[in-house]
């Protein structure tokens, strides 16, 4: 069991790195954005224009789909899915509905109120955080089926001990056509 906590620990830390470097990669035209503005001295408006607003609903976008994927992907799930379900109406009603609404209300007004500068950056944070809930309970909705005694290609002998990650192959129906194509 001691050697277990060392690879699960690193499954854990890869999976974290791996789900910041995708909001990072959300959030890096954005940035590039910010630094334009404030480039062009648009310090002030940086928080009222809609950029927010954007890279948070493309997060609850990832999000949802993300928990539909945990969702759809593990059959023997019973009383986690009512939960699935509830995280994503918790997404679409705290994320993509204000987002999709301030975007309009910014894009369509001519005066911005303030607390939409306030109200912008909570909205992309509560995203974040949703999108990562998100990663996190596909992933343990998705883990891979282990097999003891097996050892992945490291030229190792097996022990009872250890454990090798089997991957189920993906079926891909064939597409009959007339053609020959």
């Not at 301030?102 to 909570?122: H, K, M, N």
């Amino acid at each position: 069991m001691t050697e277990n906590h060392p690879r699960q620990d690193g499954q854990s830390l890869s999976m974290m790195y791996g789900t910041y470097a995708d909001v990072l990669f959300v959030l890096f035209p954005f940035l590039v954005i910010v630094m334009q503005r404030l480039w062009d001295g648009e310090v002030q408006d940086v928080l009222l224009r809609p950029d927010l607003s954007i890279a948070a609903a493309i997060l609850g976008g990832l999000a949802i789909g993300k928990f539909v994927l945990g969702l759809v992907t593990e059959r023997s799930l019973g009383r986690y899915k009512e939960r699935i379900v509830f995280f994503i109406a918790l997404t679409l009603f705290v994320v993509m509905g204000p987002a999709i609404i301030l975007l309009l209300s910014i894009v369509g007004g001519t005066d911005v109120p303030g607390f939409v500068a306030f109200l912008q950056p909570v909205l992309l944070i509560v995203s974040i955080s949703l999108y990562t809930t998100a990663i996190s309970i596909s992933n343990m909705l998705t883990k891979d089926k282990e097999v003891p005694g097996a050892m992945p290609d490291q030229g190792n002998a097996p022990t009872p001990a250890t454990h090798a990650v089997v991957h189920e192959p993906l079926s891909i129906p064939r597409r009959n056509n007339s053609d020959g194509v």
